[in-house]
């Protein structure tokens, strides 16, 4: 017998009311890298809207890992505002995940003031930045090194912050999934060439984090299944990565994704695709080049109902681990289909955005459908304070330059 979405479920050691969880999508609501009362309550609202995780986007390891300096990057500062925001979700009856990495060729060099990182030296798209930064900086082995030291860091702190699960964000062409993509990764060592060396970041990574929390948390890992452009990611790979980290033992559970955010960010975002307003969030050379690049930056996908699901079915296949499906799942219908399917969770995020109660209102009545029209008018905000436009109580933008990040 296929269980209800509200039901009570096993996710590592924790125990979630239901089968629920608010996704990692960007707040906006952090000006000084450091959490604001605006994004307590964003998660609070959340919280109390019935799912039951909420997931905090994006928490780096390490300064130059932010996609822009506005984001939070873990470290002793930022960790009494991160106590806060996991009490206020707590408090709600929920838990309270976040989810860490590293951007790697996502973060934007300019906003940084520091070098991106890269598996090999590739063009900094992110931003214009001066001679200096515009070409991504390959690690060392000894750098890579590092880079693991600086994740185990910064587990520890979400974890001793309250934080009850850790996403390693492994996909979109962060710095892990960059690792796993033969277009971005031209090594020739240890960490290039076949798709176990071109996994092995990502595999010490989800090592590095078991080992500092242990078993007291759960650790699942947001799992690239397809750049969408040519020459990089594909799902036979990823699914072979996938077996991979199964069998190292580190994970609870895979969330997969799909989509390039230096490349393709609208694979993950289908709907329509809103170049004018994206555009108009910058200024100067930065405004003009969206506007010319639009057409090939943001494609237009058609949105159906749990759209990824075809991607998931072959990570479904491919492990035995719970599995989080992510990607147009806003109505009951929806969540019946992934759970009939052996997904053992769905995720939820533009919806949200729309309705934080949407949740509630389905288990009172399943035949609630989301207000969410997947126009995708959400995308361009999350420069100042992520909301949906058509929600009538939506909050007032920040005044700031936007610095591109997808």
Known sequence: MVASPFDPAPLGPLHLRNRLIKCATFEGRTPDALVTDELVEFHREVAAGGVAMSTVAYLAISPEGRTDRHQ????????????RLTDAIH????????????????????????????????????????????????????????????????????????FDAL???????????????????????????????????????AEAVREEVGDTVAVWAKLGMYDGVPGGLMPDDACEVARLLERDGHLDAFEPTAGSSLLNPMYLFHGDAPRREFAATFHGVLRWGLRAAGPVFLRRYPYSP???????RQLREAVSLP?????????????????????????????????PDLPLRIAADPSTRSLCTHCNQCMPTIYTQTRCPLREDSPQPREENATITA
Not at 73 to 80: G, I, M, Q
Not at 306 to 311: K, M, R
């Open 306 to 312: 749990a759209y990824l699901l075809p991607l998931a």
């Open 72 to 83: 939070i990057w873990l470290r002793p500062e930022a960790a009494p505002g991160l106590r």
């Open 167 to 205: 996403e390693l964000h492994f996909g979109h062409n962060y710095l892990a999934s960059s690792f796993l993509s033969p277009l971005l990764n031209r090594r020739h060592d240890g960490y290039g060439g076949s798709v176990v060396a071109r996994a092995r970041f990502a595999r010490e990574m």
């Open 91 to 162: 408090s709600e009856g929920a838990l309270a995940a976040a989810q860490i990495g590293h951007a790697g060729p996502v973060a934007n060099p300019l906003s940084n003031r520091a070098r991106a990182l890269a598996p090999s030296r590739i063009p900094a798209p992110m931003g214009m930045a001066p001679s200096s930064m515009a070409v991504c900086r390959r690690p060392s082995l000894e750098e890579i090194g590092e880079l693991l030291r600086t994740a185990r860091r910064g587990a520890r702190i979400a974890v001793d912050s309250g």
């Open 323 to 355: 599995l989080i499906l992510l990607g147009g799942v806003t109505d009951r219908p929806s969540m019946d289909l992934a759970l009939a399917e052996g997904f053992d969770f769905v995720a939820m995020g533009r919806a949200l955005l729309r309705e």
